[in-house]
């Protein structure tokens, strides 16, 4: 933690001496968390072509995700939370040919749009996504069920998110968090969640949510120490 200000210099993930030492050629792994840096992330960071993880949080970074992200085919973290970032979610990001993405967080931002469905073809690597507290709408994609091997935490709260819960996602056996709550989903719980047995948090309050429980199937969690339902008045059991 410093205390630096101002905005990220395009040089930084480019030189023209273009050398086997060059910053491109060497960066995989940038730090700067806890500082005052603001303007846009430079959209030349998809020249730096061996980064693994670009850790940015809690600054005052703002405008839209650079596609660029998606010439980084070694990229495994992105921790770009508690800024100002804007705009939609690129899908292009999870559609690079050989992505290693494990962790996204882009949680507390003012992002838009809707959740990517090609978030389902990081089937062999993503183990985290956060991108709660933003201004997301649309519906949960039923492709994120394709994540069943990998994906530990899922953090989707306090949006503006519709629809149901899509039964596909009763293949997320690794699932630990599932974090749904304060948006506007509707329809009922799945039965078929009852086979996301490592799950040990299952937060859904303050939707619109309605039907019986199906509490002999959710029995199945074992280990979940919190599940909140309140305050879906239309739920039953």
Known sequence: QNQLFGSLPPSWFWDDKNTDQSWPNTLTSLNLEFNALSGSIPTDIGLATVLQRINLQQNRLGHTI???LSELTELQQILWNDNVLT???????????STALQAISWNNNQLT???PTELGLLSTSLQEFYVGRNQLQGPLPSEIGRLGATLLDLHLYNNQLTGSIPTEWGGLT???????AHNQLT???????GACTELQLFQVEDNLLQGEIPSEELANWGIASRVWLYDNSQLSG
């Open 113 to 115: 749009g809707t959740l």
């Open 87 to 97: 705009g939609s979610i690129p899908a292009s990001i999870f559609s690079a040919s």
């Open 174 to 180: 690794s699932i630990r968090w599932l974090y749904l």
């Open 66 to 68: 650079p596609t660029e």
């Open 187 to 193: 329809g009922t719980l799945p039965s078929e969640l």
